[in-house]
């Protein structure tokens, strides 16, 4: 492979275009349409300086992309990761887009990231960090605009500092401003697990569509965060056998299975998943390439590549992570038989509960978890069907099924509306 193949694979903007077109030529939209959905609708880059704790200053650099606003405000998390790109932040946004849509909520899509690494920054640098940012992003979110929530490492206390700065910034408390707050602070019930429990009836879905057991199944996951710690609990729960499971240091491996709640105390306690006991250590390239039944890459982009993709031994995959898998493997899978269940669709629920989220706090009156779960699960297996039958109906795959799903929703509003010159 060429160095400039090797740069577009690993650039998920690229990544997303290559589907994006697939799907568009399928549908048969216009070229002028096309290129209306492949282009951002506004982004902001902004330079953030803050007071380190030894009394320097340091100015980091932020992202808001907002995809498309043709169906509602733009939705999305914000990422806090040396790693963060203009272009990264593009593809996640463009993603939020075709997310909101295929579980068919009244959102854009937008995406917010900031290059620094919070692992090496103390609680009161992240909390200075997210107020200036916050406030550097003023013009362009509220409620009915552009509404932020967690991604990697950002977490509920990072919601509420961004709700109480924009908050002090508009003289009223506005709890609509971003999903995933904590839930004594007008968060939802069931948010926390939601991403989790929506990939692990994903999974069930899945198998059972394609006739393999629903329990008892042979399952590796990468990443043991909000996504993939609580998705393997919860697939866990539902009668399989989690036989590995990494986070950022490295993996653990046991083929008679591992005890998640237990894995999640240890991790919880320690920090890491090393040293927990009764498991073997393997490295996390190691563990994408184990036999198993299911794999769920939970973590980052650019995991599954054509690099890799051939050594892949899972019959499915379940993508809790946004772009785990680059459009080069997807062939080298497809060719393979694996049935993959895309992002855009398997870690829907998280964005489906940030719904339910905005919904409560605009009303004021907040749903019982059992409420959330039941209509979640609902429009889950809802967005099941209709990327199965669009695949079935475009004959395609999984993937572009869901984005042709998601596309041809927000080609219609953008048509409806009509161009504003
Ligand atoms: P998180 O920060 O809670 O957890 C991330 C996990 O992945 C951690 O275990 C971390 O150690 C591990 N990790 C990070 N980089 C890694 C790498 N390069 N190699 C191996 N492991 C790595 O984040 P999260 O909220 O669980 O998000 C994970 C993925 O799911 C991201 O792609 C995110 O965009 C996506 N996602 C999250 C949500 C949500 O509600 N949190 C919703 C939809 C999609």
């Not at 509602?72 to 997310?99: C, F, H, N, Q």
């Not at 409620?143 to 003289?171: G, I």
């Not at 299911?294 to 892949?312: H, K, R, Y």
Request: glycine share 10%.
């Amino acid at each position: 492979m060429t160095a400039i193949h090797a740069s577009a694979e690993s650039n998920p903007y690229v990544q997303m275009t290559q589907r994006l077109d697939q799907a568009t030529g399928l549908l048969e939209l216009d070229p002028g349409m096309a290129a209306i959905l492949a282009e951002p609708a506004h982004e902001l880059s902004v330079s953030i300086p803050v007071q380190m704790d030894n009394g320097t200053v340091r100015v980091f650099t932020g992202y808001r992309v907002q995809h498309s606003i043709a169906r509602g405000p733009a939705k999305g998390g914000i990422r806090y990761a040396p790693d963060v790109s203009l272009d990264e932040v593009r593809a996640l946004a463009a993603w939020m887009t075709w997310k909101c849509a295929v579980v068919n909520v009244p959102f854009g899509g937008g995406k917010g990231g900031i290059i620094c690494d919070p692992r090496r920054m103390s609680s009161g640098e992240i909390e200075r960090l997210t107020r200036r940012y916050t406030a550097n992003l003023l013009d362009i979110i509220g409620p009915e605009r552009d509404v932020p929530a967690p991604d990697m490492n950002t977490n509920e206390q990072v919601m509420a500092w961004f709700m109480d700065t924009y908050s002090a910034h508009v003289r009223a408390t506005q709890t609509a401003i971003v999903t995933g707050k904590p839930v004594g602070l007008g968060g939802s019930l069931g948010r926390r697990e939601a991403t989790g429990l929506g990939v692990a009836i994903s999974a069930r879905e899945a198998l059972r569509h394609i006739g393999m057991p629903n329990s008892g199944c042979r399952v590796v996951v990468q990443g043991c965060g909000n996504v993939g710690g609580l998705g393997a609990q919860f697939i866990q729960e539902m009668g399989h056998k989690i036989i590995a499971i990494s986070d950022i240091y490295g993996a653990i491996h046991n083929e008679n299975g591992l005890d998640m709640p237990s894995v999640l105390a240890h991790l919880d306690e320690n920090r890491t998943l090393e040293g927990f006991p009764g498991a073997d250590r393997i490295d996390g390239k190691e563990l994408l390439e184990l036999d198993c039944d299911l794999l769920v890459p939970a973590a980052t982009e650019n995991q599954i590549t054509s690099e890799n993709a051939n050594q892949i031994k899972a019959k499915v995959i379940v993508e809790g992570a946004n772009g785990p898998t680059t459009a080069a493997a997807d062939k080298v899978l497809e060719d393979k038989g694996v049935f993959i269940v895309p992002d855009i669709l398997a870690n829907a629920g998280g964005v489906t509960v940030s719904y339910f989220e905005w919904v409560q706090d605009r009303m004021g009156y907040f749903w019982e978890k059992k409420d959330v779960f039941e209509r979640m699960e609902r429009i889950m297996v809802e967005a099941f069907q209709s990327v199965v039958e669009s695949a079935e109906r475009h004959k395609t795959s999984p993937r572009i099924g869901a984005y042709c799903v998601g596309v041809d929703r927000v080609a219609y509003c953008l048509k409806i509306r009509g161009l504003y010159a």
